[in-house]
């Protein structure tokens, strides 16, 4: 009896320390018709993408629910951003042990929010859920394009090949400044992380979070002038 109690404890104890640790913080929500909210958001420290958050408009004030198809973007400071995208999304199947025969990712369409890992002139984005990682590049202020990529395995070596599509891509959108780094690129959020953070850094306008929230501010606020 008393082992069995313990071992439920071990159970609990992990939910119980990630509910302690869910709390409001501050931020701001941009809803899709361009109005600023200042509030505080519950900061889930989402594993998937999430498809609607909970905030509030202080700390004393009610909950308040919006859902991804209301938001364009939101931001918790010292945190990170998230911004709404709708759109189809590749299955890149790399996390799947029977691999398909099919070199063309199948597609699944997503209505949820990305979280942003680098911001720039090339920023980028990835999406987290059932369907594994996903990652999209944005060029500025133009729409995010999901990269896409397939592992699948090839019938005459019985081996595990990459359909690296996303490197085409990648190049199509960066122009003439992609170097020939990108032939040995990676579908992986450090090697993506680090190839657009040196192509800002030529750019000349690799942000911070920090600068990305005051950036972010600066624009809102012209918004409502």
């Not at 913080?25 to 509030?39: A, F, N």
């Not at 020939?180 to 579908?187: A, D």
Request: charged share 25%.
């Amino acid at each position: 009896m008393m082992k069995n109690l313990k071992l439920l404890l071990l159970v609990l104890l992990p939910f119980q320390i990630m509910f302690a640790q869910t709390k409001y913080e501050k931020g701001y929500v941009v809803t899709d018709s361009g109005d600023s909210i200042s509030c505080y958001i519950k900061n889930y420290k989402w594993l998937n993408s999430p498809s609607n958050i909970v905030f509030k408009k202080t700390l004393s004030a009610s909950e308040l629910i919006m859902n991804a198809s209301e938001i364009k973007l939101f931001l918790i400071e010292g945190y990170s951003k998230y911004l709404k995208i709708n759109d189809s999304l590749p299955i890149s199947d790399r996390f799947t042990s029977d691999k398909e025969l099919n070199a063309t990712p199948k597609r699944f369409f997503a209505e949820v929010f990305v979280k942003q890992l680098i911001s720039g002139k090339a920023s980028l984005y990835e999406y987290r859920g059932a369907n594994g990682s996903v990652f999209l590049l944005q060029m500025e202020d133009s729409k995010p394009i999901p990269l896409d990529y397939k592992e699948y395995l090839d019938t005459n070596s019985n081996q595990i090949l990459k359909n690296n599509i996303f490197r085409r891509q990648v190049l199509k959108m960066l122009g003439p400044d992609a170097n020939n780094v990108i032939q040995t690129l990676e579908y992986r959020e450090k090697d993506l992380v680090n190839y657009l953070r040196k192509y800002n850094a030529r750019n000349g306008n690799n942000l911070t979070a920090q600068e990305e929230v005051v950036k972010d501010r600066k624009a809102t606020f012209l918004l409502h002038v």
